[in-house]
């Protein structure tokens, strides 16, 4: 059975920083694309940012400058590193993997495997 699952979540001033896990059990997270979206409500998705099989990464225009994205093979594990947090950015943030990096970092929707996602709240 294929698990994705996110840590990490949490409240922090405007300027903080959070690392978000993401646990990836049931398959190789090498086999997909592995990456992040955010979600606040029931908005549309947003992608963030993706690794591909050969460890490349991907990341949306607007999401390059605060935002890390890296993996633990030996792990089965990703990352995702916020700093300079700002309230716009609080939202479910959610792991997912797809065959497709694409379907990740620009689409946001229709991937193949997706947690619940790991609230996060940044005030002002």
């Known amino acids: 059975r294929v698990e994705v699952k996110e840590s990490g979540g949490g409240s922090v001033p405007a300027g903080g920083s959070l690392k978000l896990t993401c646990e990836v059990s049931?398959?190789?997270?090498?086999?997909?694309?592995m990456g992040w979206v955010r979600q606040v409500g029931r908005r549309a998705r947003e992608g963030i940012a993706a690794?591909?099989?050969?460890?490349?990464?991907v990341y949306a225009e607007n999401m390059k400058d605060r935002f890390t994205i890296s993996e633990d093979n030996a792990k089965n594990t990703l990352y995702l590193e916020m700093t300079n947090l700002k309230p716009e950015d609080t939202a479910n943030y959610i792991c997912?993997?797809?065959?497709?990096?694409?379907?990740?970092?620009?689409?946001?929707?229709?991937?193949?495997?997706w947690g619940v996602g790991t609230l996060v709240t940044v005030s002002s």
């Open positions: 049931g398959y190789s997270s090498r086999s997909y694309c």
């Open positions: 997912a993997a797809d065959a497709k990096c694409t379907q990740i970092v620009e689409r946001a929707a229709g991937m193949d495997y």
């Open positions: 690794i591909d099989t050969d460890g490349r990464t």
